[in-house]
Protein backbone atom coordinates (compact mmCIF):
# COMPACT_ATOMS: atom_id res chain seq x y z
CA UNK A 1 0.00 0.00 0.00
CA UNK A 2 1.41 2.91 -1.28
CA UNK A 3 1.49 5.59 1.64
CA UNK A 4 1.73 9.75 2.14
CA UNK A 5 4.10 11.93 3.90
CA UNK A 6 3.01 15.04 5.95
CA UNK A 7 3.69 16.49 9.40
CA UNK A 8 1.20 18.13 11.40
CA UNK A 9 1.77 19.65 15.35
CA UNK A 10 -1.62 20.45 17.01
CA UNK A 11 -1.55 21.28 20.73
CA UNK A 12 -4.53 20.71 23.13
CA UNK A 13 -5.28 20.87 26.49
CA UNK A 14 -2.62 18.68 27.74
CA UNK A 15 -0.38 19.24 25.08
CA UNK A 16 -0.50 16.03 22.54
CA UNK A 17 1.73 16.33 19.37
CA UNK A 18 -0.11 15.21 16.06
CA UNK A 19 2.05 13.80 13.17
CA UNK A 20 0.83 12.80 10.10
CA UNK A 21 2.43 10.67 7.72
CA UNK A 22 1.84 10.71 3.57
CA UNK A 23 2.88 10.97 -0.34
CA UNK A 24 3.38 15.05 -0.87
CA UNK A 25 1.28 14.91 -3.97
CA UNK A 26 -1.80 14.00 -2.19
CA UNK A 27 -4.91 16.55 -2.62
CA UNK A 28 -4.75 17.32 1.72
CA UNK A 29 -8.03 18.47 1.46
CA UNK A 30 -8.97 14.88 1.57
CA UNK A 31 -6.71 14.12 5.14
CA UNK A 32 -7.47 17.26 6.87
CA UNK A 33 -11.72 16.42 7.51
CA UNK A 34 -10.23 13.09 8.95
CA UNK A 35 -7.83 14.87 11.11
CA UNK A 36 -9.82 16.93 12.20
CA UNK A 37 -12.38 13.75 13.35
CA UNK A 38 -9.39 11.68 14.63
CA UNK A 39 -8.22 14.79 16.76
CA UNK A 40 -11.29 15.72 18.19
CA UNK A 41 -12.09 12.09 19.58
CA UNK A 42 -9.08 11.40 20.84
CA UNK A 43 -9.07 14.89 22.60
CA UNK A 44 -12.37 13.92 23.83
CA UNK A 45 -11.10 10.34 25.22
CA UNK A 46 -7.90 11.55 26.68
CA UNK A 47 -9.58 14.75 29.02
CA UNK A 48 -13.04 12.74 29.17
CA UNK A 49 -14.43 15.78 28.27
CA UNK A 50 -17.18 15.26 25.23
CA UNK A 51 -16.70 17.72 22.63
CA UNK A 52 -18.88 18.04 19.49
CA UNK A 53 -17.34 17.22 16.18
CA UNK A 54 -18.17 20.67 14.40
CA UNK A 55 -21.31 19.58 11.79
CA UNK A 56 -21.80 23.75 11.08
CA UNK A 57 -19.25 23.78 8.74
CA UNK A 58 -20.50 20.28 6.98
CA UNK A 59 -21.93 20.64 3.73
CA UNK A 60 -24.08 17.99 2.50
CA UNK A 61 -26.77 15.94 3.87
CA UNK A 62 -24.62 12.73 4.16
CA UNK A 63 -22.04 14.38 5.66
CA UNK A 64 -24.51 16.05 8.47
CA UNK A 65 -25.66 12.01 9.18
CA UNK A 66 -22.25 11.06 9.26
CA UNK A 67 -21.32 13.41 12.02
CA UNK A 68 -24.65 13.86 14.17
CA UNK A 69 -23.74 9.44 14.34
CA UNK A 70 -20.75 9.88 15.13
CA UNK A 71 -21.27 12.62 17.36
CA UNK A 72 -23.65 9.88 19.30
CA UNK A 73 -21.26 7.40 19.75
CA UNK A 74 -18.68 9.88 20.95
CA UNK A 75 -20.94 10.75 23.71
CA UNK A 76 -22.28 7.67 24.27
CA UNK A 77 -18.36 6.24 24.92
CA UNK A 78 -17.28 8.71 26.86
CA UNK A 79 -20.25 8.88 29.50
CA UNK A 80 -19.00 5.19 29.46
CA UNK A 81 -15.07 6.24 30.92
CA UNK A 82 -16.58 8.72 33.40
CA UNK A 83 -18.12 6.39 35.48
CA UNK A 84 -15.57 4.32 36.37
CA UNK A 85 -14.27 4.53 39.41
CA UNK A 86 -10.70 4.77 38.20
CA UNK A 87 -9.07 8.16 36.97
CA UNK A 88 -8.75 7.18 33.20
CA UNK A 89 -7.78 10.48 31.87
CA UNK A 90 -4.46 10.94 30.19
CA UNK A 91 -1.79 13.25 31.24
CA UNK A 92 -0.54 13.32 28.02
CA UNK A 93 -0.10 11.88 24.24
CA UNK A 94 1.09 12.00 20.90
CA UNK A 95 -0.87 10.70 17.73
CA UNK A 96 0.83 9.50 14.59
CA UNK A 97 -1.84 9.29 11.83
CA UNK A 98 -0.66 6.63 8.57
CA UNK A 99 -2.55 7.32 5.20
CA UNK A 100 -2.84 5.08 2.10
CA UNK A 101 -2.95 6.68 -1.19
CA UNK A 102 -6.72 7.57 -1.88
CA UNK A 103 -8.97 6.08 -4.29
CA UNK A 104 -10.64 9.16 -6.04
CA UNK A 105 -13.82 8.39 -8.65
CA UNK A 106 -15.27 11.66 -9.61
CA UNK A 107 -16.50 13.20 -6.56
CA UNK A 108 -16.29 10.19 -4.06
CA UNK A 109 -12.87 9.15 -2.25
CA UNK A 110 -11.56 6.29 -0.13
CA UNK A 111 -8.92 6.25 1.98
CA UNK A 112 -7.45 3.94 4.75
CA UNK A 113 -5.53 5.43 7.77
CA UNK A 114 -3.85 3.56 10.63
CA UNK A 115 -4.06 6.04 13.75
CA UNK A 116 -1.28 5.13 16.58
CA UNK A 117 -2.05 6.76 19.86
CA UNK A 118 1.22 6.40 22.05
CA UNK A 119 -0.09 8.24 26.06
CA UNK A 120 0.69 7.82 29.46
CA UNK A 121 -2.74 7.85 31.84
CA UNK A 122 -2.68 10.51 34.73
CA UNK A 123 -3.05 7.70 37.15
CA UNK A 124 0.15 6.39 36.28
CA UNK A 125 2.13 8.27 34.68
CA UNK A 126 5.79 6.17 34.15
CA UNK A 127 3.36 3.45 32.79
CA UNK A 128 4.03 4.19 28.79
CA UNK A 129 0.64 2.85 26.71
CA UNK A 130 -0.03 2.81 23.22
CA UNK A 131 -3.54 1.83 21.21
CA UNK A 132 -3.37 1.60 17.67
CA UNK A 133 -6.71 0.99 14.91
CA UNK A 134 -6.80 1.01 11.38
CA UNK A 135 -9.90 2.73 9.50
CA UNK A 136 -11.70 2.83 6.26
CA UNK A 137 -12.86 6.63 5.61
CA UNK A 138 -15.10 7.42 2.81
CA UNK A 139 -15.59 10.79 1.25
CA UNK A 140 -17.75 13.29 -0.93
CA UNK A 141 -16.77 16.30 -2.47
CA UNK A 142 -19.38 19.43 -1.95
CA UNK A 143 -20.28 21.52 -4.84
CA UNK A 144 -17.93 24.16 -3.42
CA UNK A 145 -15.25 21.69 -3.52
CA UNK A 146 -14.80 20.66 0.26
CA UNK A 147 -14.43 16.84 1.24
CA UNK A 148 -16.61 15.33 3.60
CA UNK A 149 -16.74 12.14 5.42
CA UNK A 150 -19.89 10.41 5.08
CA UNK A 151 -18.59 7.10 6.18
CA UNK A 152 -16.04 4.85 7.75
CA UNK A 153 -15.37 1.20 8.82
CA UNK A 154 -16.70 0.32 12.45
CA UNK A 155 -13.21 -1.76 13.20
CA UNK A 156 -12.99 -1.64 17.13
CA UNK A 157 -14.97 -3.93 19.57
CA UNK A 158 -17.31 -0.67 20.80
CA UNK A 159 -17.86 0.05 17.54
CA UNK A 160 -19.15 -3.82 17.17
CA UNK A 161 -21.04 -3.34 20.32
CA UNK A 162 -22.63 -0.23 19.84
CA UNK A 163 -24.42 -1.40 16.51
CA UNK A 164 -24.40 -4.91 17.39
CA UNK A 165 -26.51 -6.17 13.82
CA UNK A 166 -28.02 -2.96 12.74
CA UNK A 167 -26.17 -1.56 9.54
CA UNK A 168 -25.40 1.86 10.82
CA UNK A 169 -28.06 4.59 11.07
CA UNK A 170 -29.52 7.72 12.68
CA UNK A 171 -32.36 5.90 14.53
CA UNK A 172 -30.39 3.10 16.33
CA UNK A 173 -27.70 6.15 16.95
CA UNK A 174 -30.30 8.11 19.00
CA UNK A 175 -31.91 5.10 20.38
CA UNK A 176 -28.02 3.09 21.64
CA UNK A 177 -26.77 6.57 23.05
CA UNK A 178 -29.80 7.19 25.14
CA UNK A 179 -29.91 3.41 27.01
CA UNK A 180 -25.98 4.03 27.31
CA UNK A 181 -26.07 7.33 28.77
CA UNK A 182 -28.39 6.09 31.65
CA UNK A 183 -26.01 3.65 32.83
CA UNK A 184 -24.84 5.12 36.21
CA UNK A 185 -22.97 2.43 37.88
CA UNK A 186 -19.89 0.24 36.53
CA UNK A 187 -18.74 -1.91 39.59
CA UNK A 188 -21.38 -3.98 41.56
CA UNK A 189 -19.44 -5.85 44.49
CA UNK A 190 -22.63 -7.64 45.61
CA UNK A 191 -23.17 -9.46 42.35
CA UNK A 192 -19.33 -10.67 42.09
CA UNK A 193 -18.89 -14.33 41.70
CA UNK A 194 -16.00 -15.98 42.54
CA UNK A 195 -15.40 -19.53 40.42
CA UNK A 196 -12.75 -21.39 41.41
CA UNK A 197 -11.05 -24.51 39.00
CA UNK A 198 -10.01 -26.85 42.02
CA UNK A 199 -10.04 -29.75 39.89
CA UNK A 200 -7.06 -27.90 38.08
CA UNK A 201 -5.04 -27.93 40.84
CA UNK A 202 -6.26 -29.04 44.84
CA UNK A 203 -5.00 -32.11 44.18
CA UNK A 204 -2.30 -32.17 41.44
CA UNK A 205 1.79 -31.37 42.04
CA UNK A 206 3.26 -30.05 39.30
CA UNK A 207 6.76 -31.05 37.73
CA UNK A 208 6.80 -26.89 37.36
CA UNK A 209 5.32 -23.97 39.50
CA UNK A 210 4.84 -21.00 37.09
CA UNK A 211 7.20 -18.81 38.68
CA UNK A 212 7.11 -14.95 39.38
CA UNK A 213 10.20 -14.35 36.76
CA UNK A 214 8.52 -16.53 34.27
CA UNK A 215 5.25 -14.36 34.63
CA UNK A 216 7.45 -11.27 34.17
CA UNK A 217 9.00 -12.62 31.33
CA UNK A 218 5.87 -13.29 29.56
CA UNK A 219 4.55 -9.30 30.72
CA UNK A 220 8.06 -8.43 28.84
CA UNK A 221 7.40 -10.21 25.92
CA UNK A 222 3.65 -9.34 25.64
CA UNK A 223 4.93 -5.38 25.48
CA UNK A 224 7.97 -6.27 23.05
CA UNK A 225 5.60 -7.77 20.57
CA UNK A 226 2.31 -6.01 20.95
CA UNK A 227 3.16 -2.83 18.38
CA UNK A 228 3.78 -3.79 14.83
CA UNK A 229 7.02 -3.19 13.54
CA UNK A 230 7.21 0.24 12.12
CA UNK A 231 3.48 0.41 12.00
CA UNK A 232 3.38 -2.36 8.98
CA UNK A 233 -0.29 -2.44 8.04
CA UNK A 234 -2.93 -2.50 4.81
CA UNK A 235 -6.23 -2.90 4.35
CA UNK A 236 -6.12 -6.52 6.08
CA UNK A 237 -4.91 -5.32 9.19
CA UNK A 238 -1.39 -5.08 11.23
CA UNK A 239 0.84 -6.93 10.70
CA UNK A 240 2.60 -7.96 13.61
CA UNK A 241 6.47 -9.08 13.56
CA UNK A 242 6.59 -12.32 15.66
CA UNK A 243 9.69 -14.92 16.21
CA UNK A 244 9.83 -17.04 13.10
CA UNK A 245 6.89 -19.96 13.69
CA UNK A 246 4.59 -17.93 15.59
CA UNK A 247 2.71 -15.20 13.00
CA UNK A 248 -1.05 -15.81 11.94
CA UNK A 249 -2.66 -13.49 9.76
CA UNK A 250 -5.86 -13.76 11.10
CA UNK A 251 -7.74 -14.93 15.09
CA UNK A 252 -4.40 -13.60 16.31
CA UNK A 253 -5.68 -12.35 19.97
CA UNK A 254 -5.61 -15.85 21.20
CA UNK A 255 -2.39 -16.29 19.33
CA UNK A 256 -0.59 -13.21 21.26
CA UNK A 257 -1.73 -14.38 24.32
CA UNK A 258 -0.14 -18.55 23.47
CA UNK A 259 2.97 -16.71 22.05
CA UNK A 260 3.59 -14.92 25.40
CA UNK A 261 3.07 -17.87 27.88
CA UNK A 262 4.89 -20.10 25.26
CA UNK A 263 7.99 -17.92 24.17
CA UNK A 264 8.10 -15.70 27.05
CA UNK A 265 6.84 -17.69 30.12
CA UNK A 266 8.42 -21.10 29.24
CA UNK A 267 5.63 -22.61 29.19
CA UNK A 268 6.32 -25.56 26.36
CA UNK A 269 4.18 -26.81 23.74
CA UNK A 270 2.07 -29.87 24.19
CA UNK A 271 1.93 -32.63 21.50
CA UNK A 272 0.89 -34.80 24.00
CA UNK A 273 -2.71 -36.98 23.34
CA UNK A 274 -5.72 -35.35 21.46
CA UNK A 275 -6.41 -32.40 22.95
CA UNK A 276 -2.86 -30.58 22.56
CA UNK A 277 -1.69 -26.75 22.75
CA UNK A 278 0.92 -26.35 20.43
CA UNK A 279 1.39 -23.71 17.42
CA UNK A 280 -1.22 -24.04 14.23
CA UNK A 281 -3.77 -26.06 16.98
CA UNK A 282 -7.73 -24.94 17.84
CA UNK A 283 -6.58 -24.80 21.62
CA UNK A 284 -3.61 -22.37 20.72
CA UNK A 285 -5.41 -19.80 18.94
CA UNK A 286 -9.03 -20.18 19.76
CA UNK A 287 -10.58 -17.88 22.37
CA UNK A 288 -13.12 -20.94 24.20
CA UNK A 289 -10.15 -23.63 23.03
CA UNK A 290 -7.64 -21.95 25.23
CA UNK A 291 -10.06 -22.12 28.07
CA UNK A 292 -10.95 -25.42 27.75
CA UNK A 293 -7.75 -26.55 27.67
CA UNK A 294 -6.73 -24.46 30.88
CA UNK A 295 -9.84 -26.37 32.15
CA UNK A 296 -8.97 -29.91 31.45
CA UNK A 297 -6.53 -31.97 34.41
CA UNK A 298 -3.47 -32.46 33.91
CA UNK A 299 -1.01 -35.26 35.32
CA UNK A 300 1.96 -36.85 34.14
CA UNK A 301 0.73 -38.26 30.87
CA UNK A 302 -1.47 -35.21 30.10
CA UNK A 303 0.66 -32.41 29.65
CA UNK A 304 0.77 -28.88 29.55
CA UNK A 305 -0.34 -25.73 32.11
CA UNK A 306 -3.31 -25.48 34.31
CA UNK A 307 -4.48 -22.95 37.32
CA UNK A 308 -7.86 -21.20 38.65
CA UNK A 309 -10.77 -19.20 37.12
CA UNK A 310 -10.70 -16.32 40.08
CA UNK A 311 -13.38 -14.65 38.72
CA UNK A 312 -16.30 -14.75 35.80
CA UNK A 313 -19.21 -12.42 35.50
CA UNK A 314 -20.27 -9.37 33.60
CA UNK A 315 -19.53 -6.65 36.05
CA UNK A 316 -15.94 -5.80 36.29
CA UNK A 317 -14.47 -7.29 39.12
CA UNK A 318 -13.90 -5.23 42.74
CA UNK A 319 -11.05 -4.38 43.63
CA UNK A 320 -10.26 -7.18 46.36
CA UNK A 321 -10.86 -9.24 43.21
CA UNK A 322 -8.80 -7.48 41.06
CA UNK A 323 -5.91 -8.05 44.19
CA UNK A 324 -5.44 -11.20 43.46
CA UNK A 325 -4.25 -10.66 39.56
CA UNK A 326 -0.11 -10.99 39.04
CA UNK A 327 1.56 -10.36 35.78
CA UNK A 328 0.67 -12.83 32.38
CA UNK A 329 -2.76 -13.90 33.74
CA UNK A 330 -5.00 -14.61 30.97
CA UNK A 331 -8.39 -12.02 30.53
CA UNK A 332 -11.22 -13.26 28.37
CA UNK A 333 -14.23 -11.34 27.48
CA UNK A 334 -17.74 -12.01 25.62
CA UNK A 335 -20.63 -9.91 23.94
CA UNK A 336 -22.64 -13.14 22.96
CA UNK A 337 -22.92 -15.61 26.30
CA UNK A 338 -20.83 -16.97 28.98
CA UNK A 339 -20.90 -19.95 26.79
CA UNK A 340 -19.16 -19.00 23.76
CA UNK A 341 -16.17 -16.11 24.37
CA UNK A 342 -14.43 -14.24 21.91
CA UNK A 343 -11.49 -12.06 23.06
CA UNK A 344 -8.20 -12.76 24.85
CA UNK A 345 -5.47 -10.28 26.88
CA UNK A 346 -2.83 -10.76 28.90
CA UNK A 347 -2.04 -8.82 32.16
CA UNK A 348 1.28 -6.67 31.83
CA UNK A 349 1.18 -4.44 35.11
CA UNK A 350 -0.63 -4.10 38.21
CA UNK A 351 -1.01 -0.42 39.62
CA UNK A 352 -1.44 -0.61 44.05
CA UNK A 353 -4.24 0.94 44.02
CA UNK A 354 -5.35 -2.74 41.97
CA UNK A 355 -5.74 -1.16 38.51
CA UNK A 356 -4.93 -3.67 36.14
CA UNK A 357 -3.34 -2.99 32.64
CA UNK A 358 -3.31 -5.23 29.40
CA UNK A 359 -2.14 -6.11 26.18
CA UNK A 360 -4.02 -7.19 23.54
CA UNK A 361 -3.72 -8.21 19.62
CA UNK A 362 -6.96 -7.86 17.31
CA UNK A 363 -6.52 -7.23 13.20
CA UNK A 364 -7.22 -3.48 12.74
CA UNK A 365 -6.33 -2.53 16.11
CA UNK A 366 -3.96 -3.47 19.38
CA UNK A 367 -3.60 -1.90 22.77
CA UNK A 368 -0.60 -2.17 24.87
CA UNK A 369 -0.93 -1.24 28.22
CA UNK A 370 -4.04 0.07 28.27
CA UNK A 371 -6.29 0.33 31.39
CA UNK A 372 -8.37 -2.55 31.68
CA UNK A 373 -11.42 -1.10 33.30
CA UNK A 374 -11.72 1.63 30.58
CA UNK A 375 -11.19 -1.21 27.83
CA UNK A 376 -14.12 -3.32 29.15
CA UNK A 377 -16.36 -0.05 29.98
CA UNK A 378 -15.95 1.45 26.21
CA UNK A 379 -15.85 -1.91 24.35
CA UNK A 380 -17.85 -4.36 26.12
CA UNK A 381 -20.68 -1.58 27.14
CA UNK A 382 -22.95 -2.00 30.24
CA UNK A 383 -26.29 -1.87 27.79
CA UNK A 384 -25.72 -4.84 26.05
CA UNK A 385 -24.09 -8.76 26.65
CA UNK A 386 -20.78 -8.73 28.32
CA UNK A 387 -19.17 -11.13 30.25
CA UNK A 388 -15.42 -11.43 31.52
CA UNK A 389 -13.06 -13.49 33.72
CA UNK A 390 -9.74 -13.72 34.93
CA UNK A 391 -7.58 -16.44 34.91
CA UNK A 392 -4.01 -17.35 36.23
CA UNK A 393 -1.60 -20.34 35.54
CA UNK A 394 -0.01 -22.18 38.66
CA UNK A 395 1.91 -24.96 36.78
CA UNK A 396 2.61 -27.03 34.13
CA UNK A 397 3.71 -30.06 33.26
CA UNK A 398 6.70 -30.62 30.17
Not at 9 to 24: R, T
Not at 209 to 227: D, E, I, K, P, Q
Not at 229 to 252: E, I, M, R, V
Not at 362 to 370: A, G, R
Request: aromatic letters at 14%.
Amino acid sequence: MKKIALLLVVVFMIMPIISVAGAEDLDYSIQMPISDYICNRYDSIANLSYKENNIQKIQTAKGIRFMTIENLMLESEIHLLQIIPENVKYKEYHLSIDYSEPTIVGNQATIWASVVCNFNYEETPDIPSEYGVIYRFDLNRSISGKWEIIDRSYPTLFDKAFWKESVPNLFDAIQKNAELNTTSSYIESDEVRYMLNHSNSDNIRASHSYTSTARSNAATTALNYVSPTNNTWNSNGYSYSYPSGYSQSSLDCTNYVSFCLNYGGGIPEDSTGSDKWKRGTYNWYNVDGLYSYFKKAKNNTEKGFYGTTYYSGSNYPSSTVRATTAASDIIQFSSISDTDWTHSAIVTYKSSSNDVYVCMHDCYSYYSQCSLSSFYASEYPSSGTRYIRFMQITGYYD
